[in-house]
């Protein structure tokens, strides 16, 4: 069943809001915050795409969001974004259903929780930092705010949490279970995993992000949130309308791409998932966006605001080191994207989408 | 919401503290034993000892050398899964080709929860980063696609302890909307000291043996396990016998408090109403209720108000006497009891109550006790406000 893009809800290293995203694809770069870690003595400097959520304020006072952590209030500010854009704030709510796809989940709280114990002993276990270190706490937290008592689900797929979790929004509205979804993807960063990730990749961590240089390591951490507001494909859709959500092993069974769509691949510096996206793309061009915001499981969610902002306005943002030219006007009447993910054991999501 | 097309079950499997696979977890549901004990598996400087539910020290878990890599939460699950996929007359040869969703619900399974690493790393002692390479390779529902080589939908659902019945809610609407032709669909967790440090932190674990819907109940008692289901298409399974149907799912949230449940129990109800919609059944059909009951005093509350206000007079249980809490878990497993007690036209006795609450207005069945009809209900309530519902049919087989 289709579905209808009618808010988007962003918040990344190059800002918050379609504003700012439509200004990091005309500029074609955004430079990470460079980020110090110390850990026992030693000081190492890492490029970050960190996701500042000042903005949340204009929405949600100060004072109920004493206790949310950043995870959570990175969440609530895709999902006001999301509501604002598709003028919705103010509606009724009680058919509206929430999907959280995320990678990690609250890394923060989780490891707040385990401080609070390793450091002060098992007796004090910290009730609060548990509570929000589950994973859903996110989306209760949407819920409540915004009183949507419609089905609540958060979903955790690594580098397919996004494609899946499509895959339920578009369920709950053909069930008619809803009328709306409020679709997040959302993954934040945290010193614990700069620091498993240095041990990994080591150097190739520093970045630039090459997405197209498959056989290198060249991803640069990020974390954000991306909204989408979803409904049946039955109203028009103010961004563009998601065609079709699929998920499969290429591995097992070899992914055949449709051959009238431009590709958006979520290449993103990982070279683990180089070969699949070798395999599959041959001579095909296609583009990529990480190095607008970064390296994490949710940036699909990145990647299918920035097809639905490029169907809605009609040209195609290429970035400056692809090496073509900056700007395409999209002319044809039904033009068709399609975003493109692979994990590294060759599990991918392709989502299609059309204006 | 109008009626949905029932989804076949052709297998089940399930593991827990009740037993190894879902003959012997029958014969301990019905034998009224139940052992909970100090977990064997992590230690804590806690000054009460909770009793867990843990699968038996003697039972090894039936995993080859690659399996053993995983987290304990995907060990559970590929069991689980394997005995429900032999169970619908499935391997991973005959599988080929044909497109094979994975939709599992867990809580630990998902989350990164590494004390030990943890620790190390914060006391600078060279942590062992194999410890998150596990992580990083132990998603369930991904674990089970990539041991049986299948091409389809994964889908971990991380919603707290509603996580296995949201699974097999969803699983069936893969089938519904063709996006699959079989789907492995349940629960799987693994007992932690990060969450037994958790639930003791918010003071609803009890110190002895839990006594869901009791007048005494303190809390809950932890468990592991895994269950898990195989449903199918009706073009796949064709004149295969069925275990039963999927006739109705139905999820709301309360959007209420992070933890504790909403005190009328509104988004139960409605989750309620939503699953007898889409099963096209009337509550006055259900032969008995699995309930989430899990021995806490908010929990059990407002599930006796609802159970009393939706479903008078219909008998329930809770199972996690004999499982413990499973979390994530729980709705896959309790999804399979529940299946089974159909086909064998009784329920057990809610073991750990004797004396009645009377702020509860309804009890549960106080020994085995013989059912009428061939529709059941399993329900979980879970943290973040999730309530879910499934109306499950007996089958043929």
Known sequence: ?355 | MSRLAPIAITGLGCLSGAGVNLAESMQTLFSNQRNPQPSRRFTTGHPHCYPVLELPAEFTLPLDNQEKVYARSCQLALVAAREALTDAGWDERSLRGKRVGVCIGTTIGCALNCDDFYRAYKEDDNPDIGIIKRYLYSNPAAVIAQQFRLDGPTQTIANACSSGTDAIGIGSSWLRAGACDIVIAGGADELARVTYSGFSSLMITDPEPCKPFDLKRKGLNLGEGAGMLVLEHEEVRQEKKVRGYVLGYGTACDAYHLTAPRPDGAGLKQALAEAFATAGVSAKQISFTNAHGTGTPDNDRVESRVLNEILPGVPFVSTKGYTGHTLGAAGGIEAVFTLACLQRKEIPANIGFSEADPELPATPVQENTRIEGDIALSESLAFGGNNAALILARGDA
Not at chain 1, 27 to 39: A, D, K, L, S, W
Not at chain 1, 210 to 229: I, M, N, W
Not at chain 1, 325 to 347: I, M, R, W
Request: glycine letters at 8%; a negative charge; hydrophobic letters at 45%.
């Open chain 1, 1 to 355: 069943m289709r579905m209808a893009i009618q808010g988007i809800g962003i918040c990344g290293g190059f800002g918050q809001g379609v504003a700012a995203l439509r200004a990091a694809l005309q500029t074609g770069r955004v430079e990470p915050q460079e980020v110090c870690i110390e850990h026992k003595g030693m000081t190492d400097r890492l490029p970050v795409y960190q996701a500042a959520v000042d903005g949340l304020t204009e929405f949600i006072p100060k004072r109920a969001l004493r206790r949310i952590d950043h995870f959570s209030k990175m969440t609530l500010l895709g999902a006001c974004l999301a509501l604002k854009d598709a003028d919705l704030l103010e509606a009724d709510r009680s058919r509206t259903g929430v999907v959280i796809a995320t990678g990690y989940g609250t890394l923060k709280t989780t490891f707040d929780f385990l401080d609070s114990y390793l450091d002060f002993g098992y007796s004090c276990s910290s009730p609060t930092h548990f509570s929000n270190s589950v994973h859903n706490a996110a989306a209760a937290h949407v819920s409540m705010q915004f009183k949507a008592t419609a089905p609540s689900l958060t979903l955790t797929q690594f580098e397919m949490s996004v494609s899946s979790a499509l895959l339920t929004a578009q369920i709950w509205l053909a069930e008619n279970r809803v009328d709306q979804v409020l679709f997040g993807a959302v993954d934040e960063s945290c010193e614990v995993l700069h620091f498993w990730r240095k041990k990994f990749f080591a150097e190739g961590e520093q970045g630039p992000i090459r997405p197209f240089a498959l056989e290198t390591q060249s991803a640069v951490v990020g974390e954000g949130v991306s909204f989408l507001l979803l409904t049946r494909a039955e109203q028009d859709a103010a961004y563009a309308f998601i065609d079709r959500v699929k998920l499969g092993n290429h591995d097992v069974c070899s992914l055949r791409l449709p051959q009238d769509v431009r590709l958006i691949v979520g290449a993103d510096g990982h070279k683990e998932t180089g070969p699949w996206y070798a395999q599959v793309l041959k001579d095909r061009t296609a583009t990529a966006y990480a190095p607008l915001y970064g390296s994490f499981p949710a940036a699909a969610g990145f990647d299918l605001a920035v097809a639905a902002l490029m169907l809605r306005e009609r040209k195609l943002y290429l970035l400056e080191d692809q090496g073509v030219p900056e700007t395409t006007d999209l002319q044809a009447t039904e033009e068709k994207l399609a975003c493109l993910k692979f994990g590294p054991a060759g599990d991918y999501g392709l989502i299609q989408l059309s204006n």
